[in-house]
């Protein structure tokens, strides 16, 4: 009985082996299509956020298809760092612009378009006019 049920199982692992390698028959694990990047990044526009929640990598026999990830991170990089630098570009105009608006002529302009200190006769009854002073000086 003993040599019967070694017999067994050698053939058993003898038909599972020459199922799993195929035996010389190529359709018994034919090989599979390589996945690719199904939906690409648009190329004619800027990436938006639902661009990039969609995007799907394809799988490989031990993680993901390195080429495809380091093409998707390389676009993804340039992008945000254009923008970064347009951010910038535009932060700077703005702080440029602010400062004109801030020092630009009429900010310490009198509503009679005099400035403090260049001339301007203060009035004989001028309670801030101390006692010698001539004109406001």
Do not use: C, W
């Amino acid at each position: 009985m003993f040599f019967f049920l070694l017999i067994a199982m050698v053939v058993v692992v003898a038909a599972v082996t020459l199922a799993v390698v195929g035996g010389g028959d190529s359709a018994a694990l034919p090989e599979a299509a390589p996945e690719h990047l199904v939906d690409p990044l648009p190329a004619a526009r800027p990436l938006g956020r639902a661009d990039v929640e969609a995007l799907r990598l394809p799988v490989a026999a031990r993680g993901y298809r390195m080429t495809e990830v380091d093409e998707v991170l390389g676009r993804l990089g340039a992008e945000l760092a254009e923008r970064d630098a347009r951010i910038a570009e535009l932060e700077s105009a703005l702080a440029g612009a602010q400062a004109t608006a801030r020092s630009g002529p009429g900010l310490f302009d009198k509503p009679d378009g005099h400035r403090p200190g260049d001339g301007f006769a203060a009035p004989a009854d001028d309670p801030f006019r101390g006692p010698g002073e001539e004109n406001g000086r």
